[in-house]
């Protein structure tokens, strides 16, 4: 590694630790960091609302997401007020922006999963019901397509390696292969690979999912559903390669369905709800409260007729 990386991580990793954020980072039930323009760092941890955790200077913050980007080869000043990256040190997700976008330097640190959480532990936590989490296993065991559907921060990915988990205790020795965007997905099972889209090199995810069905995969896992490769998506997932789960940005179960609609007309203008109806099995909704994630709605997706999608929504 060059000297001024190692200048960098150390410059990072000191500041880091006198703010307390090294700390966070090494908490294994902390999921977001955030730091606002006023200087205060919130912190949101599996199972519990945000809160307040301490007050960083403005001269702290600028030296840390300085760091982060110098190690990145990036220029971050009112010119390039805005650093998307990896943090060095972990991997986790960072978003930071510096004035005149905000009054002082605030960032948003997305930590990578350094323990999954299960199933178990979202009933234990409140986060699911006994009989919503009977579901969700049945799905597993009978290679369902799961698409679990939520907000901004509501916990999608997280309940998305929770499902992965179950997946690997169902079956070991199903082959496993992800899509994602951003390094986020856990997964322990042996026999797996992890891809990732690249921008520089043109790579979509789309095209990764096309990759994939050479891959001789038994089950297809994409880390989120934003665009055209939607429609990719349910052709893999129809064509013998059943039990897959994807996330998906909406407001509900059913919007869900829609946003996925609305994906496929990026790149056709004829969209089957028939298709999506037979290939996409149990829709789950996790929404963030002031008290928590909550499993929202859990339903089967029955058909579409008569212009509509006929799901039945699970009592708990």
């Known amino acids: 590694m060059p000297e001024s990386k190692q200048r960098a991580i150390k410059s990072l990793n000191s500041h880091l630790e006198r703010t307390g954020i090294l ?3 090494n908490d294994d039930t902390v999921i977001e960091i955030m730091l606002n323009s006023d200087g205060w760092l919130w912190v949101e941890a599996f199972g519990k609302p945000m809160y307040k955790h301490c007050m960083i200077t403005p001269d702290d913050a600028n030296i840390i997401i300085r760091s982060i980007a110098h190690y990145h080869n990036e220029l971050i000043d009112k010119e390039c007020p805005v650093l998307e990256c990896e943090l060095p040190t972990d991997g986790s997700r960072f978003e930071g922006i510096v ?3 905000t009054a002082q330097t605030s960032f948003t640190i997305r930590k990578k ?6 199933m178990d532990d979202y009933v234990q936590g409140g986060t699911m019901t006994q ?4 579901i969700i296993q049945a799905a597993i065991a009978n290679r369902q397509n799961i698409l679990i ?7 999608k990915t997280t309940l998305t390696n929770a499902v992965i988990d179950s997946m690997i205790k169902y079956n070991s020795d199903d082959r496993i292969i992800i899509i994602e965007d951003t390094n986020e997905i856990q997964c322990t099972a042996e026999n797996s690979v992890i891809m990732r889209t690249s921008e520089k090199a ?7 999912l096309r990759v994939t069905l050479r891959y001789r995969p038994d089950r297809i896992l994409v880390g989120e559903v934003r665009g055209g490769e939607a429609l990719d998506l349910l052709k893999a997932w129809n064509t013998g390669h059943p039990g897959g789960v994807a996330t998906i940005h909406a407001n509900s179960a059913l919007l869900g ?6 994906c496929i007309e990026e790149v056709s203008s004829n969209v089957n709800k028939k298709v999506i109806a037979q290939t996409i099995n149990l829709l789950i909704f996790i929404k963030k409260t002031p008290q928590g994630r909550i499993i929202k709605e859990l339903a089967c997706v029955r058909s579409y007729d008569d212009n509509q999608y006929n799901i039945d929504y699970y009592c708990d």
């Open 23 to 25: 700390a966070l980072l």
């Open 99 to 101: 004035p005149p976008l």
């Open 113 to 118: 999963a350094t323990k999954v959480f299960t």
């Open 131 to 134: 009989h919503q989490y009977e």
């Open 149 to 155: 559907v939520g907000g901004t921060g509501s916990g």
């Open 202 to 208: 043109n790579v979509t995810m789309g095209k990764l």
């Open 257 to 262: 369905l829609e946003r996925l609609e609305q």
